[in-house]
T-cell receptor, first 114, second 117 residues
């Protein structure tokens, strides 16, 4: 089954404790992206990747890191989480860097930083 | 910069009645427009998209959307609402060609649709 998976789905942590949210897609997609969803703000892009070893900042990259060592994986790293990073996070992917492709989203990771 | 507005946070519709969820957009070039639906505790699911061509786009679950360039709108519609349509709906836009390379979608703030039995 074609899908985008994320782990963990739910996470409670404390300020400053490094964490990683994994994202994996099995569709051989080139483009991957991370969004955060906050009430009243919709979804905002954190980072994106056009292909392996190619990443760039989105609209709200502060406090986050990413890597793209393999085509299928695009982990999101919070080196020192803070309470303002409490949010719902979505990973997305699409087939190629083009203009008409539909993005497919993972199930989301709900993060609470205390 | 591209932007999307969903003017209604909440829309309530009686089951069997037609529904409309509103969306307006702003882009510098040609818009690529999308609707996604989010059910509780689930990720976003693609409903439909407008790239070019016919202004009326048909999508999943009986939904359709009408692209109106003069009004810069892309309203989501369904002729007869079902209780199972209750969910959070997001409109999104991509701008071409200024966003070349980044497939970023700019999302609206979402509209919660409730279908009343």
């Amino acid at each position: 089954e074609a899908q985008v998976t994320q782990n963990p789905r739910y996470l409670i942590t404390v300020t400053g404790k490094k964490l990683t949210v994994t994202c994996s897609q099995n569709m051989n997609h080139e483009y991957m992206s991370w969004y955060r969803q906050d009430p009243g703000l919709g979804l905002r892009q954190i980072y994106y990747s056009m292909n392996v070893e190619v990443t760039d900042k989105g609209d709200v990259p502060e406090g986050y890191k990413v890597s793209r060592k393999e085509k299928r994986n695009f982990p999101l790293i919070l080196e020192s989480p803070s309470p303002n990073q409490t949010s719902l996070y979505f990973c997305a992917s699409s087939p190629s860097v083009g203009y008409q492709e539909t993005q497919y989203f993972g199930p989301g990771t709900r993060l609470l930083v205390l | 910069a591209q932007s999307v507005a969903q003017p209604e946070d909440q829309v309530n519709v009686a089951e069997g009645n037609p529904l409309t969820v509103k969306c307006t957009y702003s882009v510098s070039g040609n818009p690529y427009l999308f609707w996604y639906v989010q059910y509780p505790n689930r990720g976003l699911q693609f409903l439909l998209k407008y790239i070019t061509g016919d202004n009326l786009v048909k999508g999943s679950y009986g939904f359709e959307a009408e692209f109106n360039k003069s009004q810069t709108s892309f309203h989501l519609k369904k002729p007869s609402a079902l209780v199972s349509d209750s969910a959070l709906y997001f409109c999104a836009v991509r701008d071409f060609p200024s966003n070349f390379g980044n497939e970023k979608l700019t999302f609206g703030t979402g509209t919660r649709l409730t279908i009343i039995p």
